[in-house]
């Protein structure tokens, strides 16, 4: 292909992507206030996060939501958040991304309802509700109800917005969070490809969208991808996706129009690859995983959003997300990047990478088929043990050096990081109090919402149209939009719909996870295993027993499985439950099974809340003797308070190696036992 130079004045630059940052915390206000902000310094669209109960269908007030309210997004609990929310920021001109799948109706609605009270006309609203359900089954954990119904919400989502709100994205097909779970780029392609083929066959089989107009379905849908560090490898995958897209809706549903059958995708890049030991190599990471979805101009993203060089330690501060916008612009308005045709057409290294994926992606789809499709390959745990099983083999490679990660298990020697000298203000925290002051605003909502100035109706009968219709067939877009107006919460909405649907708990994919450390004698695992036994004999029992749980509503199970998997492995026997437990449950499943340890896995910042409730009703129980473990993303100043609890040990990302974890876990039910300690061979 013939070089154009931009000083010859032959071609205009291409227009950059949209550039988005993952924002929202704590409240709607403080919300509203950082996307204004951030708009100011030149952010193009908007990406909201929601805070666990709001993903989840829980009001602030709910059990499950404590410790979880405004911590990893903002809450948006009914109208008059979402008005707050979008306070001054004009929706008929924004491009607003809005990362939700269970709920996504719900939050559709509550736009839609601000949008007309802002006088906008909804036809010209722009943006994309995630809305991909069955990644949270495999990895994200925030689903709520079972396949089938959660199907038939996406449907319904989709048949509205094509005829009411055209220019809406209402399902943004997700295998980042896959890769995050461990997929490789032949399971990320073909596992998204197998959802995109269940959502497109169940509108078409519906009946809601005449077949005329189901080429205007499919260039609605669009993909969120993960762009890791291999980013030639990266860049391959993006290419194979759109020949996969190409191919599939031509042959499956007989698009003929290119435009429609254009593969439309945004991404964030890779948050699994950031680390916490010297984590000021995260921004060459970033600026890496950017370019594998920006340099080929064929292959390149709609939108990106880069994570914060500090997510491995925590919340991004305001500051730390302007970096990562300001890495966007400098290589969209300094670099040349812009003014060139794709600059890899014609690689022959390229073009054998891409064809080889292509090829190993469709085998792996029909296999899927074969099975009855993504749902089923669901409900069988097909996809989740696959996942569990990759991600174990990954961290193997890790903890072996085979895969190596600087500053993590190679070059690990460092300098002090300025950055992390003070690393209680290298990362924002949630101020504990809003969760009581969201509370009490929840609470004054569902006193007032009746009065002057919203004269809302009352939201019993719009919340039993909405169970008539669950109950029915028709499509509950229009019974949604009731209940928003109607001043109904998120948690009423969901519970609805739960009354009629039911809620689904996924398979964990751990107990049928193949090994991925063998114990071969001589080795770490051979020695882990050598002290489980004998520990167990010492305490008279058939085998240690130990529970993995998941308290709150933190839906990012990874780590949490890759632990169990080990433990099994390590000849342990292990509960694990899966996710969104109470302290009680966890304690009562403790108490039941008799378990030796527990360990206790959390993400999202509420373990300061729940891990010493653990803690207590443990002490109530008068079961002192049973150590507690916990693990996630914790601050230092947090696992201080944590060990002064009394929980045993902290572990956080730094601590890849999870066979040492698993000997320490030993160590502790040894000491808790009063037991003495075992000699480590010479």
């Known amino acids: 292909m013939t070089e154009r130079q931009p000083a010859e004045g032959k071609r205009e630059k291409d227009r950059p992507w949209l550039m988005r940052t993952y924002a ?58 979402m008005r707050r929310l979008f306070q001054d920021i004009p929706l008929e001109q924004m491009n607003t991304s809005m990362t939700i799948n269970a709920t996504a109706m719900w939050l559709l609605a509550l736009y839609q309802v601000v949008a007309e009270e802002q006088g906008a006309d909804i036809t010209k609203l722009q943006g994309t509700t995630q809305n991909d359900i069955v990644k949270e089954y495999l990895s ?43 997929a490789t780029p032949v399971q990320e392609i073909a596992y998204a490809m197998s959802t995109a083929i269940a959502v497109l066959d169940a509108v078409r089989d519906s009946g809601q969208v005449p077949a005329e107009k ?13 762009a890791g560090v291999r980013f030639i490898e990266e860049m391959c995958k993006m290419r194979a996706f759109g020949r996969i897209w190409d191919r599939v809706t031509r042959e499956r549903y007989g698009i003929e129009n290119p435009k429609q059958r254009r593969f439309r995708y945004g991404v964030q890049v890779n948050s699994l690859g950031l680390t916490e030991a010297q984590p000021e190599n995260n921004v060459q990471r970033i600026v890496l995983e950017m370019l594998a979805v920006t340099l080929s101009k064929d292959a390149r993203a709609r939108a990106v959003q880069l994570p914060a060089w500090n997510e491995a330690l925590g919340l991004p501060r305001p500051w730390d997300q302007q970096w990562s916008l300001r890495i966007q612009q400098v290589l969209a308005h300094e670099s040349d990047l812009l003014e060139y ?23 792996e789809i029909d296999r899927i088929q074969e099975m009855g499709g993504a749902m089923a390959a669901v409900e069988s745990g097909y996809l989740k043990s696959q996942l569990v099983s990759s991600h174990a083999e990954r961290r193997a490679r890790i903890e072996s050096g ?53 004269n809302h109706p009352r939201p019993c009968k719009a919340l039993e149209k909405l169970k008539e219709a669950a109950k029915g067939t028709g499509n509950l877009m229009e019974a949604t939009l009731e209940c928003a107006r109607a001043g109904v919460t998120t948690g009423e909405w969901a519970g609805a719909l739960r009354e009629v649907f039911g809620e689904f708990r996924a398979p964990t994919g751990v107990s049928s996870a193949p090994v991925a450390v063998p114990a071969e004698e001589g080795s770490a695992m051979s020695e882990v295993r050598r002290k489980v036994d004998l520990t167990a004999k010492d305490l008279g029992v058939g085998k240690l027993r130990f529970l993995v749980g998941k308290p709150g509503l933190d839906g990012h199970s990874n780590g949490a499985e890759q632990i169990a998997v080990r433990a099994r492995d390590a000849g342990f026997e292990v509960v694990y439950q899966g996710i969104r437990l109470t302290p009680e449950q966890i304690v009562d499943a403790a108490l039941a099974e008799d378990v030796h340890a527990v360990g206790l896995s959390i993400l999202s910042g509420s373990h300061a809340q729940l891990v010493p409730d653990v803690l207590e009703r443990l002490r109530v129980a008068g079961a002192t003797d049973i150590p507690v473990i916990a693990g996630g993303i914790i601050p230092n100043g947090d696992a201080e308070q944590l060990r002064a609890a009394g929980v045993a040990a902290v572990f956080t990302p730094k ?28």
């Not at 666990?52 to 809450?75: C, F, K, M, W």
Request: aromatic content about 8%.
């Open 402 to 454: 085979q895969e190596k990660i600087i500053g993590v298990n190679i070059f690990e020697t460092t300098e002090p990081n300025p950055l992390t000298a003070d690393l209680d203000t290298a990362i924002q925290t949630v101020d504990p109090a809003v969760e009581a002051r969201v509370i009490a605003s929840l609470q004054h909502w569902r006193d007032t919402r009746y009065q002057p100035p919203f």
């Open 140 to 182: 994200r954990g925030t689903h709520v109800f079972p396949p089938g119904p959660s199907l038939r919400l996406t449907t319904d989502m989709i048949a509205y917005t094509v005829s009411h709100i055209p220019k809406w994205n209402p399902i943004n097909i997700c295998s980042y969070h896959l890769q995050e779970a461990g």
């Open 341 to 363: 045709e794709d600059i890899f057409e014609g690689s022959h290294v390229i073009e054998a990478k891409v064809t080889k994926l292509v090829e190993e992606s469709l085998a």
């Open 24 to 81: 929202g915390h704590s409240t709607a206000e403080a919300s509203n206030e950082l996307y204004r902000r951030n708009l100011a310094k030149g952010q193009t669209g908007l990406s909201v996060a929601f805070d666990l109960p709001t993903q989840t269908g829980y009001d602030s007030d709910h059990i499950l939501a404590r410790g979880e309210v405004g911590r990893v997004g903002v809450p948006i609990a009914h109208l008059g958040d």
């Open 214 to 226: 189901f080429g205007d379905v499919v260039a609605r849908i669009s993909f969120f991808v993960n």
């Open 655 to 682: 601590d890849f190696d999870i066979t040492g974890i698993i000997g320490r876990i030993v160590d502790e039910i040894r000491k808790a036992n009063k037991l003495d300690p075992l000699e480590v061979p010479a």
